[in-house]
């Protein structure tokens, strides 16, 4: 037995399974609704018992009462005395008074004594005989009280049932109290009683006589009645019994219709099940059939596990044409010629190389025979190359391995004959068979030498020349590394010189500060020694000195000044190259402005009008650049002294790329061909008289803006007024430019 | 009451003799005693060496100084009276015709009072002598104890 034969189609397994899915629904289904029908009957049944128990006890109870009342009057004992009998027919007719029942009183011989339904002293008649079971007899027979069957009574004219005490006096029935109960009271208790339609209720004597009956019109017990359908419950005080019956008709129509109803669901619902199931079946076995066999106009599955099926089924078909076509491109675009070869020498498949090599003067190859008379025209060379083949081919099948490559001549389809390796592998009956074509590599070959040979004969030449040009490189290098050496010496001999250099020009410098302080400090106390006692002779003395000696006096104390001044110009110089050079950022425009300021305070007489540009700012040491600032203006305001309209200008301008900040006035100027002794200490261009000054105030400018690495120039002409301008090192300068 | 005095210590002989005249121009009729150089200064204030016997009070109310003097600077003989508790407190009025900074610096550090430039203009220079004299005779109040 194989796996086929044991496979169902789908839509029968379908059915099945809807079979196996509805029967036991189905046998459930029926089990429950006989259930059902069962526990209904089964309910109506003690319902029909818990009604007829219900009326059975309240008719208990109804004799019981009565039993007790004639009990309280069988034990007074006016009972006893036949004449207070008249006060016992009071209390018996209080008792009709509570129960509408007349009492009797009645002797051990059946005797009436009285009846309230008579007046006491009427001439009453015995107790009637009963036909069926009768109370009275009953009660003097057993002592008890008793309850008899239907009787028709003689006085009431009515049928009657009686209910009968002893009144017992030393254990023997002296007197028999009874009392009668019209069966129209127990008729009214019967009917009553509410009862479900076609129902039958009734109270039955020890005889089985109907006492009082609650049925529907034209019932007939014996008629309509099952035994099932009959509930007969017997009353304990007494012999009769309560009986509910229930005709045939009325106690099966509810089984029926609900057991119709049932079997009507059932069927309905089988139904819907197997209507349901078939088109589940129906719906599910197509979509299963387009998944197995795919129809071009099929609507696409809305299940989703088979939607994700189809989807999956879909991607692994593109997947597979994918491949197949990558497989049929590699196939054909192989840069070997291939070809496929069934298990009969059959040519199944061949690709575009096979076809160059094997297509002769066809567009389509030959196959089988022809190719190999067409590919070998010697016969035979073609007998032994295709026993060679089919040995080798042979042999690959029953190793499991390759087919062993075959060198042979073979004419081509472009009439070449070639050298071709022909190999193979077998693919399951088939062979796969590749051609290699020597001839092309062996002119790969033989192109590769020639060309290997060419590279080795210009890498030699490279060689040469790389190892020429290394020689010259090394040469070189060395010339280089001399200089270098050289280079090396000359810097470090250089540095220590400017070392040298610069210690002893520390050491002169700074001997010349002390030297310079030294100087002006010793000078000045002679000075004004001279100026003192010139003045102290003048003031002490003045009156007896003559004209002329006090003019020899004046003379002495002028040079001391002068003297005095000198010391003083030289102590500036000497302090404007001392000390540490700070960096400060230098409002010029504020200090100039505030330096005219002063000069304008101090000779109040003159009119000088200036000009200072705003937002002239330089960094540098702020005391030593306001001394600059100060000498410019000051010999500014100096050699405009007599210009008709003096004007100072201070302002900035580009020259060579470089801010320069400029003082400029309209004064004496001078002649350019002396400006180089401008700057040099105690050096003027003008006579004492003419402009006062010791030459010393351009020299410190000068020299403080060369301790700032900057520079002075002058421009001037005779009486057309100078112009000095000085720059500080580039980035250091915030002068605004115009 | 005491006798305030001036102890000028000067070792040049010509602004001794100015400075005097014009103390004396300014009506100063106190007491002027005149050293000539440091040393002599430290035995006049101490009463040590050629001073260890001399009349006139302890210390004079206020001492003017000069920096440049023969054997001790000025200088020195300030900072030797500040570390002794004797004279750590007395008005010392530095009177040079020194300008130089460092100098200034170094007179204040030690604990001068006053520092007082010679000017070089004779009259400037009579006229600031006097002043001087006046002040810190007249107007100024000497630390208590001295």
Redesign the interface.
């Known amino acids: 037995m194989n796996a086929a034969a044991r496979t169902v189609a789908l839509s029968s397994y379908l059915a099945r399974l809807i079979g196996f899915g509805v029967a036991p629904l189905l046998v459930l289904a029926v089990w429950l609704s006989v259930n059902a029908v069962q526990s209904l009957q089964a309910s109506r049944d003690r319902e029909a018992a818990d009604l007829a128990h219900n009326v059975a006890d309240a008719l208990d109870q109804t004799l019981r009462a009565r039993i007790n009342a004639l009990n309280m009057l069988a034990v007074s004992p006016l009972i006893d005395d036949p004449r207070r009998w008249p006060e016992l027919y009071r209390e018996a007719q209080g008792f009709r008074e509570s129960f509408g029942s007349h009492v009797l009183l009645v002797d051990p011989g059946m005797q009436m004594l009285f009846n309230t339904r008579l007046p006491y002293g009427s001439v009453l008649p015995r107790l009637p005989k009963s036909r069926g079971r009768s109370a009275a007899p009953l009660a003097l027979e057993t002592g008890k009280p008793a309850v008899g069957d239907i009787v028709f009574g003689p006085v009431a004219g009515v049928p009657l049932v009686a209910v009968v005490v002893p009144a017992l006096r030393g254990g023997k029935v002296s007197y028999l109290l009874l009392t009668i109960v019209e069966t129209a009271l127990l008729q009214g208790r019967i009917d009553a009683v509410a009862l479900p339609e076609g129902w039958a209720l009734s109270l039955l004597d020890g005889a089985g006589d109907v006492i009082a009956r609650h049925a529907p019109g034209g019932f007939d017990s014996q008629r309509d009645v099952d035994a099932s359908g009959r509930h007969v419950v017997p009353l304990q005080q007494s012999a009769w019994s309560v009986v509910l019956e229930i005709p045939r008709a009325s106690y099966r129509a509810p089984l029926l219709t609900t057991g119709m109803l049932l079997l009507a669901a059932i069927a309905f619902a089988t139904l819907f099940g197997v209507l349901g199931g078939s088109f589940a079946r129906r719906r599910l076995g197509r979509q299963v059939a387009a998944l197995v066999e795919p129809a071009a106009n099929a609507a696409p599955p809305d299940i989703a596990e088979i939607a994700a099926a189809q989807r999956r089924l879909d991607a692994a078909a593109a997947g597979q044409r994918d491949s197949e076509a990558r497989f049929q491109r590699l196939f054909q675009e192989a840069p070997l010629p291939l070809c496929v070869v069934d298990a009969h020498g059959v040519l199944t498949d061949r690709n575009r190389r096979f076809m160059r090599l094997f297509a002769y003067g066809d567009a389509v190859s030959p196959a089988g025979d022809e190719l190999w008379s067409l590919a070998f025209p010697d016969p035979a060379y073609r007998d032994s190359m295709r026993e060679s083949w089919s040995a080798a081919v042979a042999e690959a099948r029953r190793t499991g391995g390759d087919i062993a490559p075959m060198e042979c001549e073979a004419s081509c389809a472009d009439g070449v004959a070639r050298s071709l390796v022909v190999s193979g592998i077998t693919l399951g009956d088939g062979i796969l068979v590749t051609f290699f074509d020597l001839s092309e590599r062996r002119r790969a070959e033989l192109a590769l030498r020639d060309a290997q040979a060419a590279a080795l004969r210009e890498q030699k030449l490279a060689r040469l020349a790389a190892l020429n040009q290394m020689e010259d490189a090394n040469v070189a290098r060395r010339d280089a590394e001399a200089a270098a050496a050289e280079v090396r010496q000359l810097n470090a001999e250089l540095e220590q010189r400017v070392a040298e250099r610069t210690a002893e020009l520390t050491a002169a410098n700074h001997e010349l500060d002390s030297f310079a302080y030294a100087v002006s400090h010793d000078l000045r106390a002679p000075v004004r020694a001279m100026i003192g006692f010139s003045q102290a002779l003048k003031e002490d003395f003045g009156g007896e000195l003559r004209a002329d000696a006090l003019v020899y006096l004046d003379q002495i104390e002028i040079a001391s000044r002068k003297m005095g001044g000198l010391i003083d110009g030289l102590l500036t110089l000497s302090r404007s190259t001392r000390g540490e050079l700070r960096h400060d950022k230098v409002d010029l425009s504020a200090l100039a402005l505030r330096r005219l300021a002063e000069l304008a305070k101090s000779e109040p007489q003159r009119a000088v009008a200036w000009q200072v540009d705003p937002g002239l700012a330089v960094r540098g040491d702020a005391s030593m650049l306001e001394a600059v600032m100060t000498n410019l203006l000051d010999n500014a305001w100096k050699y405009s002294d007599k210009a008709p309209a003096a004007r100072i200008r201070v302002y900035a301008e580009n020259r060579d790329g470089r801010p320069w900040i400029c003082v400029a006035d309209n004064g004496a100027g001078f002649d350019m061909a002396h400006a180089e002794r401008l700057f040099k200490p105690f050096q003027r261009l003008h006579r004492q008289d003419e402009f006062p000054g010791i030459g010393i105030g351009l020299a410190t400018a000068q020299r403080i803006l060369h301790r700032h690495g900057g520079e002075i120039v002058a421009t001037a002409a005779p009486c057309q007024g100078a112009t000095f301008c000085f720059s500080l090192p580039q980035g250091e300068c915030k002068g605004d430019s115009q | 009451m005491s006798v305030k005095t001036i102890l000028l210590v000067e070792d040049?002989s010509?602004?001794e003799l100015?400075t005097l005249?014009a103390l004396r121009k300014a009506n100063v009729a106190n007491r002027i005693d005149v050293v000539r150089d440091g040393q002599q200064a430290l035995d006049y204030l101490f009463r040590t060496g050629e001073f260890s016997v001399r009349d006139g009070p302890d210390l004079p109310t206020v001492m003017v100084l000069d920096i440049?003097l023969p054997r001790l600077s000025g200088l020195e003989v300030l900072s030797r009276l500040r570390d002794d508790p004797r004279t750590a407190m007395l008005p010392v009025v530095i009177l040079t015709?020194?300008?130089?900074e460092r100098d200034r610096l170094k007179s204040y550090q030690f604990g001068a009072n006053s520092y007082v430039r010679?000017?070089?203009?004779?009259?400037e220079?009579?006229a600031t002598v006097a002043q001087l004299g006046l002040y810190w005779l007249a107007t100024n109040e000497p630390p208590p104890g001295l």
């Open positions: 040049n010509q602004d100015l005249r440049g015709s020194s300008d130089d010679k000017p070089v203009d004779f009259a220079f009579a």
